[in-house]
């Protein structure tokens, strides 16, 4: 979520219109962001490259990481974020609370208080 969001503010509209039209067709993800051409496509290729140096390095890692740390206080502070959101409606808020509270529960699933970087969430498909 943070990396699509992160990168929208820094691509060209157009490519990013490009993306969401060709995923809205019915492309992969993978396929949309060669359809967006341009920087999309490049910093989507980029990923796809590095991505498995990284899962590498990630399965070997022993490091504890608090859950706590990691998932509830971003997801406490966006929920807060929401709530002291003035352009938003309270019915907005509220549909937005209960799906932040949804990835919450599903990105924590299966975690004990700490997890190791082998144990974090992969989502199918994702770049």
């Known amino acids: 979520m943070c990396r699509r969001f992160r990168l929208e503010t820094h691509l060209a509209n157009a490519d990013w219109q490009a993306y969401r039209n060709a995923l809205n067709a019915g492309k992969s993800p993978l396929e949309a962001a060669h359809a967006a051409g341009g920087r999309f496509a490049a910093v989507n ?7 498995p140096q ?3 390095v ?16 971003p997801l406490n502070s966006a929920a807060l974020d929401i709530i002291a959101n003035p ?29 190791t970087p082998s144990q974090r969430p992969r989502q199918p498909g994702a770049c």
């Open 45 to 51: 290729q980029r990923i796809s490259e590095l991505t």
């Open 58 to 73: 990630l399965s070997t890692s022993q490091a504890q990481i608090p859950v706590a740390d990691a998932i509830d206080k």
């Open 54 to 56: 990284l899962d590498r």
């Open 87 to 115: 352009a938003m409606t309270d019915m907005e808020k509220d549909a937005a609370l209960t799906q932040l509270g949804g990835l919450q529960k599903a990105v924590k699933q299966g975690l004990g208080p700490m997890a």
